[in-house]
């Protein structure tokens, strides 16, 4: 059996898709590794939030599926749109890492730092939990963002700190030394639904890769993936909506929490219970939906 496996060209995305990678090979397919470079990695003159449409990292990896140049593609799950592209079907969800932000600061930052993020539910939450910080966006992959902190300086303007995804950084193995780490508290900033797990997805015509990887899937990830998706489902939007949700398992239950930063201010929705359905259903309608 061969395979070629789609990613981003970051170093991000091949990191994370390696441990994937590596059981497909060990369970006798044969893998080659093709690269892409996607609209929103090519968009670095501001925020996405300042485009239009969705689909930024995934599009053309997407596009290649269809094409047959790539048979199996890994994404950073919360950068997936709600809608699939017809043919295309889960393979697997595998363990998610820790969905956490982490907020990465200089040492010497003043009260009134300035913090870098282009993610418009970051900035919205993070303006009530640090009220005396002001915020600018940023471009670029991690490594790049981290030595603007390092540099102090981004446009030549000063910069203090940036907020960065815990899964990110465990998995590139960052050296965070001499700057101030501090992971957010879920009542700070509930991470983007989905972050920290990925999707793999393939063509309906290659189940084949769909009963190797069940043994690389984890149903657990993938019932609180889709719970917070169909929060987000919910609000209608897409995944630049400012738009924090996690779920979690706990002694059989599922533990859902979202929260939204809308024009009309910030709604909250946390439910708890065995029965998937109630506990969204509760969640959206705490929050008006």
Not at 119 to 141: Q, Y
Not at 142 to 166: K, S
Not at 213 to 239: I, S
């Amino acid at each position: 059996m061969k395979a070629v496996i789609g990613t981003r060209g970051s170093e991000l995305a091949v990191r994370q898709a390696e441990a994937l990678v590596d059981f497909l090979v060990r369970a006798g397919v044969e893998v080659t590794w093709k690269r892409f470079t996607t609209g929103g990695d090519a968009w670095l003159a501001g925020p996405l939030d300042k485009r239009v449409g969705t689909g930024f990292f995934t599009k053309e990896l997407e596009d290649a599926l269809e094409a047959r140049e790539a048979d199996l593609l890994i994404h950073s799950f919360k950068d997936v749109s709600l809608v699939r592209p017809e043919g295309v079907v889960q393979a697997c969800v595998p363990l998610r890492f820790d969905p956490a932000d982490w907020l990465v600061m200089r040492p010497d930052a003043p009260e009134a730092p300035v913090i870098a993020t282009s993610a418009e539910r970051r900035r919205r939450f993070l303006e009530r939990a640090f009220p005396t910080a002001a915020f600018t966006w940023i471009r670029g992959n991690v490594p790049t963002r981290l030595q603007r902190v390092r540099d102090g300086m981004l446009r030549e303007e000063p910069l203090h700190g940036t907020l960065l995804a815990a899964a990110g950084l465990t998995r590139l193995g960052i050296d965070l030394s001499g700057l101030d780490v501090r992971p957010l508290r879920e009542d700070e900033l509930l991470p983007a639904p989905a972050q920290g797990a990925l999707l793999a997805e393939t063509r309906s015509d290659r189940m084949d890769l769909v009963e190797v990887l069940k043994g690389f899937h984890d149903a657990d990830t993938a019932r609180c993936v889709a719970l917070e998706r169909a929060v987000l489902a919910g609000l209608g939007g897409g995944c630049q909506q400012p738009l924090g949700a996690l779920a979690t398992l706990e002694n059989g239950e599922v533990h859902l929490r979202a929260a939204y930063a809308g024009p009309d201010g910030f709604r909250r929705g946390e439910a708890r219970g065995a029965d998937d359905r109630t506990v969204l259903a509760a969640v959206l309608k705490e929050m008006g939906w």
